[in-house]
């Protein structure tokens, strides 16, 4: 897989990962669809000279895969684009492509349960190939033609959308609930805090990263989503607005600590203010706090006491410095929050 990924253009990449394929259809047949749905990427890249045995080397595969799953004799997909003795010897009959197209795709409609989920993208890319090239047939025949291609193309994406649902399902859902869960109780845990009970900066870090994972899950989400609108809708909902209300958590855990640290400040300012040393330290932990993401009434005592303390400064270089470290966003160098 590493080789495919590095040199796409290797004419021995290819072939070692086509016997590679064939050789794990019967002991590992993951793995197998795993090379083999990576190998029609592959096939632009090889030799131009080389790209139609590419193309067969892969059709070829598709027929052991299709076999090894069980689906060659249910549903005998051919491809439309290879003409066979009869059809070379007479001209194809359109209602028959089209109703034998029409049969297999309601035989996997009434059989998709049965049918691994694999094994279901490699019939319905084929199903989809076939059906552009029934398109392409039609292109001087009736309305009538046109309207039924169009309810087959119909049946397609209805089969293409639940097979997208399947898979959410299968492989995003159960992340996307996780997340949701968590979501849940860290809404709960902020909403209970209290400036005695949290520890600000467990439970602010906490935050930080379900938010951070859920920008990747929702930009997963989002794919379904667009493509099975109709049945993700409320799911999608659901996670934006936890997303949305883990975001205010963040905020007020945030404001929470920044109105705990200048309270604690308050308390003990007169001692504070006896030595510049302290006045200085006090100053530098404040100015790690961010005005603009304070509340108004946690703001306004924050620059009250700010202003308080900055005028206790003698020096102006600690003035200086302090300002560097307001307008910088500098951490001090011990964590001084006031708790």
Do not use: H
Request: charged share 35%; with cysteine.
């Amino acid at each position: 897989l590493a080789a495919m990924r590095k040199a796409p253009d290797s004419p021995e990449v290819f072939t070692n990962a086509i016997l590679f394929a064939e050789t794990c259809l019967g002991s590992d047949e993951d793995l197998a669809f795993d090379i083999f749905s990576r190998l029609e990427s592959l096939i632009p890249f090889q030799r131009l000279a080389e790209i139609p045995q590419a193309r067969k080397s892969v059709e070829k595969l598709r027929a052991k895969f299709e076999e090894a799953q069980g689906l060659s004799s249910a549903i005998p997909i051919t491809d439309p684009t290879q003409e066979t003795s009869e059809t070379s010897e007479a001209p194809m009959q359109q209602d028959s492509v089209s109703e034998s197209f029409k049969s297999r795709l309601q035989f996997l409609q009434r059989n998709k349960s049965k049918i691994p989920l694999e094994a279901k993208a490699v019939l319905l890319q084929r199903f989809r190939r076939e059906l552009e090239y029934l398109a392409e047939s039609l292109a001087s025949e009736s309305d009538a033609d046109w309207k039924a291609w169009a309810e087959e193309k119909d049946l397609l994406e209805a089969e293409e959308r639940d097979y997208l649902f399947e898979q959410y399902t299968r492989t995003l859902k159960a992340d996307c609930d996780e997340w949701m869960r968590r979501a849940d109780s860290l809404i709960k845990e902020t909403s209970e805090a209290t400036s005695e009970s949290v520890d600000f900066s467990d439970l602010g870090q906490r935050i930080k990263i379900d938010l951070d994972k859920s920008v990747s899950l929702f930009n997963e989400l989002s794919v379904f989503a667009n493509a099975v609108p109709d049945r993700m809708t409320i799911v999608t909902k659901e996670f934006q607005d936890r997303y949305v209300c883990l975001e205010r958590c963040r905020e007020w855990i945030y404001n929470l600590a920044a109105n705990y640290a200048v309270d604690s400040f308050n308390r003990d300012l007169d001692n504070i203010k006896k030595q510049q040393k302290s006045v200085k330290q006090v100053l530098i932990a404040l100015a790690a706090y961010d005005e603009y993401r304070l509340f108004p009434y946690i703001s306004l005592k924050y620059n009250e006491l700010w202003k308080k303390l900055f005028e206790e400064l003698k020096e102006e270089s600690d003035k200086i410095e302090i300002t560097k470290r307001k307008v910088l966003k500098q951490l001090p160098d011990t964590q001084l929050s006031g708790k």
